[in-house]
């Protein structure tokens, strides 16, 4: 059976295109608007925040909610870094000597050296790392799986270690973050996230057939508490679970769309940036910054 589902990466490539489009929009204006508004402060004292033809305040505007996603951005790149070295350490103390199953399936999978086992009788498998990603199984899933599903299970996580699904999805994380104000972004990351897993499944189906991989699926649940906010790919996904199961049945899969309260605050907030960066080039046209700034 042919399966056929997104594979995520047209939503990450599309996320990452529209937030350097608009970094180009903003950072010459928001550079600009910086240097425009430090002298009418000089000038003019505070006031020269709010008053004055044209007026300032679509650049004011403009340099908030930029610090504002670049303060988020930077706490959302402090948090990935945490929680990965975090992870790192629950790793490490948890370290138990891999099954001769696990050892055998992780060689067939291409996976050998990259495979570690903890102990933990709750099952699951996930991939972390950011430039080197690895694979964490507990002893528990190795020990509740068949030698087909765990191949099954390797094969999925060895599609997010191709693709470094892990170090993509902090990324997405971190720009949706930056652009706060669309939230169009954040489905992406979704989406992104969100079809990464139904195509490792679909790799894993096309090596190892539709019931392995359904076995594995229902025998796996979420990675434990502290994996949680590191970037990992599980392959026991609760919040995907049915839409998983549903291409593993009829071959086809279909994610949510962007609602309409999020479409329409999107589309206001493009209005609002248009606003900004218009009455920012106002402000800059009878500047005598403008010429630098163009240079």
Same mark, same amino acid.
């Given at each position: 059976?042919?399966?056929?589902?997104?594979?995520?990466?047209?939503?990450?490539?599309?996320?990452?295109?529209?937030?350097?489009l608009i970094r180009t929009a903003v950072m010459l204006a928001a550079c600009c608007a910086a240097a425009l508004l430090a002298l009418r402060v000089a000038d003019q004292g505070v006031t020269g925040l709010w008053s004055g033809t044209p007026s300032p305040l679509p650049a004011v505007a403009l340099l908030i909610v930029l610090a504002a996603g670049a303060i988020l951005a930077a706490f959302s790149a402090l948090r990935t870094v945490r929680a990965s070295a975090a992870f790192r350490?629950? !790793?490490? /103390? %948890? $370290? &138990?000597?891999?099954?001769?199953?696990?050892?055998?399936a992780a060689g067939e999978t291409g996976l050998a050296g990259r495979v570690s086992a903890v102990a933990d009788e709750r099952p699951y498998a996930l991939t972390h790392g950011l430039f080197r990603?690895?694979?964490? !199984?507990? /002893? %528990? $899933? &190795?020990a509740l799986l068949s030698p087909a599903e765990l191949h099954a299970v390797l094969?999925?996580?060895h599609a997010h270690v191709r693709s470094r699904d892990p170090l993509k999805a902090a990324l997405a994380r971190m720009l949706a973050g930056r652009y706060f104000f669309l939230p169009l972004l954040h489905h992406l990351t979704e989406r992104y996230t969100d079809g990464r897993e139904l195509a490792a499944d679909r790799r894993a189906v096309a090596a190892c057939g539709t019931g392995p991989v359904a076995g594995a699926l229902l025998k796996t649940v979420d990675g434990?508490?502290?994996?949680?906010?590191?970037?990992?790919?599980?392959?026991?996904?609760?919040?995907?679970?049915?839409?998983?199961?549903?291409?593993?049945?009829?071959?086809t899969a279909t994610l949510g769309r962007l609602g309409p309260r999020p479409l329409v605050t999107t589309l206001l907030a493009a209005a609002a940036l248009a606003w900004a960066l218009t009455g920012t080039a106002v402000v800059l046209t009878v500047s005598p910054l403008v010429g630098c700034c163009i240079g």
């Open positions: 059976m042919r399966l056929r589902a997104p594979s995520g990466n047209r939503a990450f490539w599309l996320l990452v295109g529209l937030a350097g350490r629950a !790793v490490r /103390t %948890g $370290l &138990a000597q891999a099954p001769v199953a696990l050892r055998h990603p690895r694979v964490v !199984v507990s /002893t %528990g $899933l &190795a094969i999925h996580e434990p508490a502290w994996a949680a906010t590191a970037p990992a790919a599980a392959m026991g996904s609760a919040r995907l679970l049915d839409v998983r199961i549903r291409q593993l049945e009829t071959g």
